[in-house]
């Protein structure tokens, strides 16, 4: 489990993007202006920026390019370029493995991580965003998912598909995709692609345990200087995010996942000026809101999404939260 962290909240950008605009054929004036950024932050090494100006800029590399975006950003990008997260995943065993590193060091450049569901025949993987105060375009989160395939396809240099592909956009459900991914593409809340676990476990050809020794020193220290940056309740946050639908949400739970006693986070928590509660609670009221904004779930399933034991105990907090119940709360917002 990785949280989202201070000093990880940002998206790095700089010169290397130069190289990949003019792959996808977009000149960076027109991009930066598109986006309403700085003119010259392309130029700039060490550049960052927060989730919603990625996003912006992300959707308006999009707006100005052609064809099936999410596809052509993903075939410009390059497995053998040195980024942490990526060079810990080339280096693993297999695809299980390499996104459990890429998931563990990916807080090194972008607030986000990869939640693994494990079964005996399947390995599904699902990206998390952190930190944006609306949500990630689509067009992004599928490329997330076409990575995880192209990870798979280039570490063991077979043509690897999907089992089953969902995004929330349906308009992204298109042939081209299908045909990449090996599926047709479902649409459902969240972002996810499944493949079996043959494939999951499939030897990378890449896997070089000498020089992942050789840097893995290094990439800790790093992380563990992001963690030491992190607040209890951002990573109290975090945990239950990935917690809430698998209803382990007592705080006994959440401390072991933080590899901390009871009272340790308990008392961390106090000295940030909230507890345990006060988290859990802004946590489930934050992911209600999304759930009735942007999507057609019914209050069961919202309900059971959260952790709620019942449906009645979350129509009570929910009035608690707003003054007025969920249907009520999604009339007023109007049709999605």
């Not at 209803?247 to 940030?272: C, I, N, P, W, Y």
């Amino acid at each position: 489990m990785i949280w989202p962290m201070k000093s990880a909240l940002h998206y790095p950008v700089g010169p290397s993007w130069r190289v990949l605009l003019a792959d996808l054929g977009l000149e960076p004036s027109d991009v930066l202006r598109r986006a309403d950024l700085a003119e010259g932050l392309l130029s700039r090494p060490g550049e960052r920026l927060s989730p919603d100006e990625f996003y912006r800029f992300w959707e308006a590399m999009e707006s100005l390019s052609t064809g099936h975006f999410a596809l052509r950003f993903n075939e410009s990008l390059r497995t053998d370029a040195f980024s942490p997260p990526v060079f810990a995943a080339m280096c693993s065993p297999n695809l299980l493995g390499a996104i459990r590193r890429l998931s563990e060091y990916k807080p090194l450049v972008a607030p986000m991580t990869i939640a693994i569901t494990e079964t005996p025949e399947l390995v599904t993987f699902e990206p998390r965003w952190f930190g944006a105060s609306r949500p990630v375009p689509s067009s992004m989160a599928l490329g997330d998912l076409l990575f995880i395939l192209r990870l798979a396809r280039a570490g063991t240099r077979k043509p690897v598909t999907a089992c089953r592909v969902w995004s929330e956009s349906a308009s992204e459900a298109d042939q081209e995709l299908a045909s990449h991914f090996g599926t047709e593409l479902e649409t459902r809340v969240g972002h996810g692609i499944v493949l079996s676990r043959s494939e999951a476990l499939r030897p990378f050809l890449t896997a070089d345990p000498a020089l992942w020794e050789t840097f893995e020193p290094e990439l800790k220290r790093r992380l563990a200087a992001l963690e030491n940056e992190a607040s209890t309740t951002m990573r109290t946050a975090a945990v239950l995010l990935e917690a809430l639908p698998s209803g382990t949400t007592a705080l006994a739970d959440v401390a072991r996942r933080l590899s901390m006693s009871d009272r340790t986070l308990q008392r961390r928590l106090g000295e940030e000026g909230t507890t345990y509660r006060a988290v859990l609670d802004a946590t489930r009221k934050d992911l209600a809101h999304s759930y009735l904004s942007r999507t057609h779930l019914a209050a069961s399933e919202i309900s059971f999404l959260l952790g709620f034991s019942d449906v009645t105990s979350f129509y009570r907090a929910f009035l608690r939260w707003t003054g007025s119940t969920p249907e009520s709360f999604r009339q007023e917002l109007g049709p999605l």
